[in-house]
């Protein structure tokens, strides 16, 4: 498919990651007439429940991918921890849209923050350590109390931690696994945010309403839309997710997850080059959803509008045994519940999600 080239429906999509983001595209890409193949290692992936067709292989097989490229016209990624050797590999055989270059920028901390440097987009204070004495020396340059990260693979409070005047390090950097690690200043923020950027293959951008996020150990809880921001911060958010998609040339959808900090500014935090949890609102709350719009984007499709549906939405994680209230959660008015199809509700684990809508 050339970068203008509009996919007729009938045509598969291919996407690499099988989880509950797979399995939104999947039903959402059904919904415009196209089928999907997913392809993961893990034989239980939920989004195998709603495809066309699936692989089960690694990432490394190339004789399974290979395969697998024959059968889509085009490839996306659910998650930015695919590895880049399997897109690179990929790139050649089928279009693959967000590219190798971008998924390799988010799956490092490290590289992230340069990243929003380099396009002048603030962060917060950060070092880089890749040794005991590194973390010493980064935690004296950023200042205490501090967070200190693994660069790569953590999420949703995982290989993280927080380091104070007494902290020891030594024994901190041996429970991170003696690997590289980033060391940021904490923020005075009052709120976080994030903003959902969705881009087109002939340059459109759409910026989603800015929802403000709630964490819970780690864990995002709730987003709600609209997030009750002052119309100047939501502009300067809205500015830094349509600059990284224009420099990326994204073709897809892209999150940046953000601090309002308590002095009025807009620091972004980390970027995902696919729909984020913090986007599952848009199921219902909005015109097109942030599943439908990454299926429309590397479809060729133009992009739907990002108009809210509703006076206000509130997307609630089912986090391990919450999804046991399914059935109560139904039973309420205007609640819209999406559970994902996995078969074990582990502590941490994210389950499902339901959608609280003000008329």
Same mark, same amino acid.
């Given at each position: 498919?050339?970068?203008?080239?509009?996919?007729?429906?009938?045509?598969?999509?291919?996407?690499?990651?099988?989880?509950?983001?797979?399995?939104?595209?999947?039903?959402?890409?059904?919904?415009?007439?196209?089928?999907?193949? %997913?392809?993961?290692?893990?034989?239980? /992936?939920?989004?195998?429940?709603?495809?066309?067709?699936?692989?089960?292989?690694?990432?490394?097989?190339?004789?399974?991918?290979?395969?697998?490229?024959?059968?889509?016209?085009?490839?996306?990624?659910?998650?930015? *921890?695919?590895?880049?050797?399997?897109?690179?590999?990929?790139?050649?055989?089928? @279009?693959?849209?967000?590219?190798?270059?971008?998924?390799?920028?988010?799956?490092?901390?490290?590289?992230?923050?340069?990243?929003?440097?380099?396009?002048?987009?603030?962060?917060?204070?950060?070092?880089?350590?890749?040794?005991?004495?590194?973390?010493?020396a980064a935690a004296q340059q950023v200042g205490l109390p501090a %967070?200190?990260?693994?660069?790569?693979?953590?999420?949703?409070?995982?290989?993280?931690?927080?380091?104070?005047?007494?902290?020891?390090?030594?024994?901190?950097?041996?429970?991170?696994?003696?690997?590289?690690?980033?060391?940021?200043?904490?923020?005075?923020?009052?709120?976080?945010?994030?903003?959902?950027?969705?881009?087109?293959?002939?340059?459109?951008?759409?910026?989603?309403? %800015?929802?403000?996020?709630?964490?819970? *150990?780690?864990?995002?809880?709730?987003?709600?839309?609209?997030?009750?921001?002052? @119309?100047?911060?939501?502009?300067?958010?809205?500015?830094?997710?349509?600059?990284?998609?224009?420099?990326?040339?994204?073709?897809?959808?892209?999150?940046?997850?953000?601090f309002i900090t308590r002095d009025g500014r807009v620091l972004a935090?980390?970027?995902? @080059?696919?729909? $984020? *949890?913090?986007? $599952?609102?848009?199921?219902?709350?909005?015109?097109? #959803?942030?599943?439908?719009?990454?299926?429309?984007?590397? #479809?060729?499709?133009?992009?739907?509008?990002?108009?809210?549906?509703?006076?206000?939405?509130?997307?609630?994680?089912?986090?391990? /045994?919450?999804?046991?209230?399914?059935?109560?959660?139904?039973?309420?008015? *205007?609640?819209?519940? $999406?559970?994902?199809?996995?078969?074990?509700?582990?502590?941490?684990?994210?389950?499902? $999600?339901?959608?609280?809508l003000t008329l």
């Open positions: 498919m050339s970068r203008r080239a509009v996919l007729p429906p009938g045509s598969t999509i291919g996407i690499l990651g099988g989880g509950q983001l797979g399995r939104m595209t999947a039903l959402a890409a059904a919904n415009l007439g196209y089928r999907c193949h %997913i392809y993961a290692p893990d034989a239980h /992936a939920p989004a195998f429940d709603v495809s066309a067709s699936h692989t089960q292989a690694p990432y490394e097989d190339q004789a399974a991918l290979r395969d697998f490229a024959s059968q889509v016209d085009v490839a996306t990624y659910e998650f930015e *921890n695919v590895p880049v050797a399997c897109v690179e590999f990929l790139a050649p055989l089928v @279009p693959v849209h967000p590219g190798a270059d971008l998924l390799r920028t988010a799956q490092h901390r490290g590289r992230e923050k340069a990243f929003f440097q380099r396009i002048g987009v603030p962060v917060a204070p950060f070092a880089l350590a890749d040794s005991e004495a590194a973390l010493t %967070i200190v990260k693994t660069t790569t693979e953590g999420y949703d409070g995982k290989g993280q931690a927080r380091v104070n005047a007494g902290t020891d390090l030594a024994a901190l950097w041996a429970a991170l696994g003696r690997r590289e690690l980033i060391v940021e200043a904490v923020i005075d923020f009052v709120a976080e945010a994030s903003v959902i950027a969705v881009r087109a293959a002939d340059g459109t951008v759409r910026c989603f309403p %800015i929802g403000r996020n709630v964490h819970r *150990n780690g864990i995002l809880h709730t987003t709600t839309v609209p997030g009750g921001f002052d @119309p100047a911060l939501l502009r300067q958010a809205e500015e830094i997710g349509r600059r990284a998609a224009e420099a990326v040339d994204l073709i897809g959808v892209l999150c940046v997850e953000l935090n980390e970027m995902a @080059p696919r729909p $984020h *949890n913090s986007g $599952h609102w848009t199921q219902d709350g909005c015109v097109t #959803s942030q599943f439908e719009q990454l299926v429309r984007a590397i #479809s060729g499709l133009p992009l739907g509008l990002v108009d809210l549906r509703v006076r206000q939405v509130v997307m609630t994680n089912l986090i391990g /045994a919450e999804a046991d209230q399914w059935q109560a959660i139904a039973g309420e008015a *205007n609640a819209k519940l $999406h559970l994902y199809g996995k078969r074990e509700a582990r502590p941490g684990r994210k389950m499902g $999600h339901v959608n609280r």
